[in-house]
């Protein structure tokens, strides 16, 4: 119905822009997602309800489905030595036998930790107090959470599917998608090397910010309203 119906269409990453025209022969528009500049803030209420100071943790916001990759990120985490625990943010999207599993992957680490569903303040000094963040996906249309990952001056680690590639450039870590050998080399190459994080870190905030502006995003989707 999109293809043959509608006015124009809005994609969210030149990947699936060359799909429908490749596929079907249908010119979209591209108009990316957007992120705000975040307040970087203190670790109070993780440190109090999970024990977490800045700099402790590697972190992953996501819904936990299959095709975001968290039981690759387990298998990885549970292979290499650090004393960085790692914390999985996000709860089940009609999921519940693969947070089972991920569950059992991770019942042996007493290091990882599930926080279920957080937002709000939580979620800001989730992002605010990271050593690491990881997207390790199969599969994205164009992700906020690594939007915000960068926004907040985060060094990010993320599968090399186009869809992260083509937001982070040079200003993140990638590795084989599906590959857990690949990610957990990766995840300990970081772990050992506070420079190379903190080379990450540096710019990756102004970076995407002057990428992806929201108000640039809201005049280019204006615009479009208004061309229909």
Not at 186 to 203: A, H
Not at 213 to 220: F, G, Q, R, S
Request: aromatic share 8%.
């Amino acid at each position: 119905c999109a293809v043959r119906r509608a006015d124009e269409i809005i994609v969210l990453s030149e990947n699936v822009k060359n799909y429908f025209k490749e596929t079907y022969d249908r010119d979209t528009v591209f108009v990316p997602n957007g992120v705000n500049r975040p307040e970087v803030i203190s670790p109070e209420i993780i440190t109090e309800k999970y024990g977490l100071e800045k700099d402790g943790y590697i972190s992953v916001v996501s819904r936990l489905t299959a095709e975001k990759g968290i039981h690759y990120l387990i298998d990885a985490y549970n292979q290499i030595k650090t004393d960085k625990k790692l914390v999985i943010a996000g709860d089940t999207s009609d999921t519940d036998e693969y947070v089972e599993l991920l569950k059992q992957k991770a019942k042996d680490n007493p290091n990882i930790i599930f926080t279920g569903f957080i937002s709000g303040d939580v979620l800001h000094e989730v992002y605010s107090n990271a050593y690491l963040v990881t997207l390790p996906s199969d599969i994205e249309g164009m992700s906020l959470s690594l939007l915000e990952a960068l926004a907040y001056g985060n060094a990010v680690l993320c599968s090399d599917i186009p869809e992260n590639t083509l937001v982070t450039e040079n200003k993140a870590m990638h590795f084989r998608k599906s590959d857990v050998a690949d990610l957990a080399n990766k995840l300990q190459e970081l772990c050992d090397n506070k420079k190379l994080v903190n080379d990450l870190k540096n710019g990756a905030a102004e970076f995407i910010l002057n990428k992806y502006n929201w108000d640039d995003v809201a005049a280019t989707t204006h615009n479009l309203y208004k061309r229909v």
